[in-house]
Each structure stands twice: as structure tokens, then as C-alpha cells.
């Protein structure tokens, strides 16, 4: 069982930057896949980015590489994610998630973009 909390997110002018955190409890935290995924007003929940479990090999999605940078801290059991170069499309809900055999997900923190 692993159990995610996001924090982080707030209000930032379009251009700005804002780092997301997710502390996850559990022993078995550097087994997991770390990822974040986003959901905006009416529309669905997207991947954002993904990590494996040593660090090495990332993933991101296409309308946020360059700009996010996701890392993992295994000692610590966090991961983060740090958004530059924000816009407003960048405006949601972002979820932490863990995946093994089973997907876990945090409640969420809001990320508001203003133009």
C-alpha cells in the first residue's frame, strides 16, 4: 500500500515556474514508477510524466517536454516536479501516481496559469 500527498501548487503569471511535490509513505517506495498526470476543467486526466524506479529513464508528454523536469528522491520518498515556462493550458489538477501491479494516485493539487 502506498499512500501520496501532492503539494505545491498554487497561482502563477504565465511564464513563471512552480515545483510540485509528492511525499509517499511506504517501504517499497523505489519499486515504484513515479509519475504525474493533470486534469483540466472538462476534459479528461493526461500523463505528464513518468519516471522509473532507478531515475535513469524518463517519460514526458509531448506538450510539456523542455518545460517539466521530474525527479525522485528514494531516501527521501519524494518526487517532484519542476514547471517552467508555464502556460495557461498548463491550468489543472496535477496527480501523483505510483504504479507497480496496481496504480496508486494522490488527491491532487491545483496549478492555475493566469495569461
Known amino acids: 500500500q502506498v499512500q501520496l500527498v501532492e503539494s505545491g501548487g498554487g497561482l502563477v503569471q504565465a511564464g513563471g515556474s512552480l515545483r510540485l511535490s509528492c511525499a509517499a509513505s511506504?517501504?517499497?517506495?523505489?519499486?515504484?514508477?513515479m509519475g504525474w498526470f493533470r486534469q483540466a476543467p472538462g476534459k479528461e486526466r493526461e500523463f505528464v510524466a513518468a519516471l522509473s524506479w532507478s531515475g535513469d529513464v524518463t517519460y514526458y508528454a509531448d506538450s510539456v517536454k523542455g518545460r517539466f523536469t521530474i525527479s525522485r528522491n528514494n531516501a527521501k520518498n519524494t518526487v517532484s516536479l519542476q514547471m517552467n515556462s508555464l502556460k495557461s493550458e498548463d491550468t489543472a489538477v496535477y496527480y501523483c501516481?505510483?504504479?507497480?501491479?496496481?496504480?496508486?494516485w494522490g488527491k491532487g493539487t491545483l496549478v492555475t496559469v493566469s495569461s
Open positions: 501516481n505510483a504504479a507497480r501491479t496496481t496504480h496508486y
Open positions: 511506504g517501504r517499497t517506495f523505489s519499486r515504484y514508477v
